[in-house]
């Protein structure tokens, strides 16, 4: 194993065990400046991965979504201890900790863990792991062949403006089926061939980042809504697909509105 991926593992092992403590546990419930909720968990998580991290690889740059951070030189691990908090105090085990690793700003490493199911996708150099029920020894995204036959999801609404929500009613309408709910687990389901479209906004580099490596090692393709490669700065938009030969339907049916 790579000394990259095994320092991954051991964070999120990590993580799992704090996040362990508190799920379906009664605590107290923060609010921050934007409105999204934070625990004790969360800080939590995110110090047990720094301090993995840190042993690991003392001169790489972190940022987490709690914690912050700077990214400086050529390595930048980008980590969200729990991302679905929502899910996470509702008692809902669909909420996941995300790791990346980052190569002069390329995500090279991504890792998805469930700590409550023991689900975790983690790839590395191409390749994509998955260990949990109905693991396969082949990991593949769902190549369907229109979007008439997509399964298309998104964690809310919410997280669109008006604009936006015309946008994604326009591609949901080309679709054959919407569902709500998931947050990154979401893109683990459709790296693993059960979802085909996912499209959401307000998305940040931790929500992101670590989901690139996954998404692409499955056969997929995640972009933003212009079908550009996500980047630090853009717009907060994500497109993935299951079918890379969907993009460009995809992409004009997100088109905005003229």
Request: charged content about 20%.
């Amino acid at each position: 194993m790579r000394p990259e991926t095994a320092a991954a593992e051991a964070a999120a092992d990590a993580a799992g065990a704090v996040i362990r403590q508190y799920f379906r546990s009664r605590f107290d419930v923060e609010t921050k400046h934007d409105k999204s909720p934070v625990t004790r968990a969360d800080h939590g998580a995110e110090t047990a991965i720094r301090d993995v991290l840190r042993t690991h690889f003392p001169d790489h740059a972190i940022i987490g979504e709690e914690l912050g951070g700077v990214a400086a030189g050529r390595f930048v691990w980008i980590i969200d201890p729990i991302d679905g908090t929502r899910a996470f105090i509702t008692g809902r085990p669909i909420f996941t900790t995300l790791i990346a690793l980052l190569d002069h700003g390329v995500p090279v490493l991504g890792l998805i863990d469930q700590p409550i199911s023991g689900e975790r996708w983690l790839a590395s150099n191409g390749t994509l792991r998955f260990n949990g029920p109905g693991h396969t020894s082949v990991v593949r995204t769902r190549h369907i062949g229109a979007l008439a036959e997509a399964e298309l999801s998104c964690t809310s609404p919410d997280m669109f403006d008006a604009p936006q929500q015309q946008r994604f009613r326009n591609l949901a309408a080309r679709c054959r089926r919407t569902t709500y709910g998931g947050d990154a687990y979401a893109y683990g389901l459709l790296a693993l061939g059960f979802i085909d479209v996912i499209a959401e906004a307000d998305m940040k580099p931790w929500d992101w980042a670590a989901l690139i490596p996954i998404i692409e090692a499955a056969g997929g393709k995640i972009t933003d809504w212009q079908g550009s490669p996500l980047k630090f700065g853009g717009d907060g938009s994500v497109l993935a697909l299951g079918n890379p030969m969907l993009l460009g339907s995809a992409v004009a049916a997100l088109a905005p509105m003229g």
